[in-house]
């Protein structure tokens, strides 16, 4: 199979993929980490001679994509998409595709203890670090963690084996490596470093010791609007290379990459794929999760709700379309600390991208985890917001909408499939809460969520009230014409 990629009609890896070295361990080899890292990583082979190659690692679930992978001769295509042209590109970098499940544990705890490791980077997903959303912390009583803690030598979690990657590699006398999240939440090398040093803290204080001293936790920030792969997707990659690739995707022709420079042990060079290496990270990454992720949240919800499937179906409905624009530039940016960016510039460029016809990216995969994201792109926010005394309607909305959405049922009566780790927390709080006031009272009241203090503020309480009590009564998307009328 990998002979036929190289067939394909794309831009193929033509440099000696023999001459490259694994000195990137990546656990979670999903849809945009293929789009993304993999994609940079291979313009620098391909066109600056870099020979910084990846084993890629699935810890949990992805089992299909490590063994399609393998049959492949580690190759996988992306193809971009635009409204008028699709270009595919075949990746080369990979030189190993690891599972739990399928290679077994120590092999992959082998891979990483190699000398020449010098990076393990994650995109496992805001829930992949256990940490509380609400206070940051490990979350030290959730069961994947306490049966790691008890069985520190046999972890399941992405924390638990970087651990027993680094204790080994203490242990033998090797050099750390540094760890970089690629994940989507503020200071993402802090949550890691915060969630790595407190469950080393809770098995060896002379490993937390040594962690602190020779491990650094760069941020990032990254952005590519990457969809879930659909069958309709493969066979558009298909009748675009002539090859049927199970492991491709697709993904939007816009990229962008802001890495902490802070690495132990080296790193690419990253810049010559156009990546910004900066001092800090993170006015990038509030600005992204703000205006992009925060605007994309609104949309998931009250787009799902009114009946659009995708976010440029949303983006089809003038009033979605305005009030998007609006959150992000009158009550996401004033928010911010970037400097020397034009927020209106990235705004219209946001509005651009959500507009692509070809992306198709469903609101119903950009609603899932909501207890995860909600605190840093709508919560933190709002808390500005009270301080400063000013308009937060559209971030009250995006709350309001949040919690019909986990109410479990559409404005048709028809169940919504609702995937978030705190579900039976969140479904156990619609069953014993009158719809309308008293649910609102009740969702608030989710530590885990909304902290303490939130709830008690009586101005958000009144707005989150006002935009559910208008959502029961007219409907998603009535509600939003109303609230961008108010914005002329």
């Given amino acids: ?167 080994r590699r203490k242990a033998a006398g090797l050099p750390a490596f540094t760890v970089m999240s690629c994940d989507n939440m503020p ?30 936790f760069p941020s990032t920030m990254v952005d590519r609007i990457v969809p879930a792969v659909t069958a309709d997707t493969l066979d558009k990659i298909e009748q675009l290379t002539g090859v049927r690739d199970p492991a ?58 009114a009946g659009y499937q995708h976010i440029n179906d949303c983006m089809e409905d003038e009033n979605y379309l305005r009030a998007a624009r609006e959150l992000m530039l009158q009550e996401q940016a004033p928010t911010l600390k970037v400097q020397g960016v034009d927020l209106q510039g990235y705004a219209d460029r946001l509005i651009a991208r959500y507009s692509n016809p070809a992306l198709r990216h469903r609101t119903w995969q950009i609603a899932m985890d909501g207890s995860q994201k909600l605190p840093q792109r709508m919560l933190d926010s709002v ?32 169940a919504i499939d609702v995937n978030d780790p705190l579900l039976p927390i969140i479904q156990n709080v619609v069953q014993n809460s009158n719809e309308g006031e008293d649910r609102v009272q009740a969702l608030l009241a989710i530590d885990a969520i909304f902290g303490r203090e939130l709830p008690q503020v009586e101005r958000f309480k009144t707005k989150v009230t006002e935009a559910y009590l208008a959502l029961l009564a007219n409907g998603a998307k009535a509600t939003v014409a109303k609230y961008a009328a108010k914005l002329k």
């Avoid at 509030?286 to 799902?304: I, P, T």
Wanted: include cysteine; hydrophobic fraction near 45%.
């Fill in 248 to 305: 491709g995707v697709a993904c939007e022709p816009f990229r962008q990459w802001v890495i902490e420079d802070s690495f132990v042990a080296g790193r690419p060079e990253w810049e010559k794929a156009g990546a910004e290496l900066v001092s800090n990270v993170l006015p990038y990454e509030e600005m992204k999760l703000r205006m992009l992720n925060g605007s994309h949240s609104f949309l998931a919800y009250l787009g799902y709700l």
């Fill in 383 to 414: 808390r500005w917001h009270l301080v400063h005394d000013s308009r937060f309607d559209l971030l009250a909305l995006s709350v309001a909408g949040w919690m019909r959405y986990v109410g479990g049922v559409d404005e048709q009566g028809q």
């Fill in 1 to 167: 199979m990998g002979n036929n990629l190289l067939s394909a009609k794309a831009t193929l890896p033509v440099y000696d993929r023999n001459k490259l070295v694994p000195r990137i361990v990546h656990l979670g080899f999903g849809a945009f980490h293929r789009a993304h890292q993999g994609v940079y990583a291979d313009i620098q082979a391909a066109e600056h001679s870099s020979d910084w190659g990846y084993y890629e690692v699935n810890l949990i679930g992805g089992e299909q994509q490590i063994a399609d992978l393998k049959q492949q001769d580690n190759l996988y295509t992306v193809a971009e998409m635009s409204a008028n042209a699709w270009t595919a590109r075949v990746v080369g970098v990979v030189k190993k595709a690891l599972h739990v499940e399928l290679d077994g544990l120590e092999t992959v705890l082998t891979a990483m203890c190699e000398p020449q490791i010098a990076i393990v980077s994650l995109t496992i997903t805001e829930k992949g670090y256990f940490h509380s959303p609400a206070t940051g912390q490990l979350m030290l009583d959730h069961p994947m963690i306490v049966a790691d803690l008890n069985n520190p030598h046999q972890p399941k979690t992405a924390v638990g084996v970087i651990i027993e990657a680094l204790a």
């Fill in 187 to 216: 200071e993402n090398g802090q949550v890691i470093r915060d969630v790595v040093t407190c469950y080393a803290h809770a098995i060896d204080v002379e490993l937390e010791k040594w962690i602190v001293e020779n491990v650094t």
